[in-house]
């Protein structure tokens, strides 16, 4: 009906104009064709299913995404926990190695002064014997830690003196004189280091390390 009644509407108009107007009618055709409402799909039950799923498989994605990054916080945090916790554990180790310490030094103190005293000063001469008090204090507190106490008594302790050691010139130690007369020295800093061994176990070796070095005194003496 259209296509019969365009002639109709082109009559006595000029052919030029003809061409143009037919022209414009049919890109007016094509235009209305594809312009069509665009329906959106139908989603049917399995690929409602599958969405369904995706979501799924995203959530517990997503939830182990977040387990996996507090793991590896955690992961972080737990060295720093614990070198904390050691750097709190050694402030406690060293507080109560210096309270030993000081333990330690008030038990042994007097008598390694004592030894000093009588040993590095002009207290007692050359081979003159030690007082009473002195004597039953080396005994006590020194010799009877020394060890090889046996030997050095040998049959029986008649005083104890101090003198040249026999064979290192110029230094000083202790001698026990037996009852038959013979002389022998002995170590004032062996037998602290046996009394510190016997008494403080557990802090000898470290106490011994710090403050009775070997070789750190002028006693030779075995």
Known sequence: MAAAAAPQLFRGVPLNHRLRLSNHHHRRLHVVSFITPLRRPTLNSATKSNHSTHRSDASVSSAASLAGSDEAVLALRVPERAKQEKKVEDRGSKRKWRVKMKEILRDVGPISLLAKEILHTDRYMDGQRLSAEHERVVVQKLLAYHPRYEDKIGCGIDSII?????????????????????????????????????????????????????????????
């Open 162 to 222: 101090v003198d040249q050691h026999p064979t290192f010139k110029h230094t000083r130690c202790l001698f026990v004189v037996r009852t038959d007369g013979a002389w022998i020295d002995f170590s004032y800093q062996k037998c602290l280091r046996d009394y510190i061994r016997s008494k403080f176990p557990a802090h000898a070796e470290k106490f011994i390390r710090a403050h009775l070095k070997r070789g750190s005194g002028t006693n030779t003496a075995s």
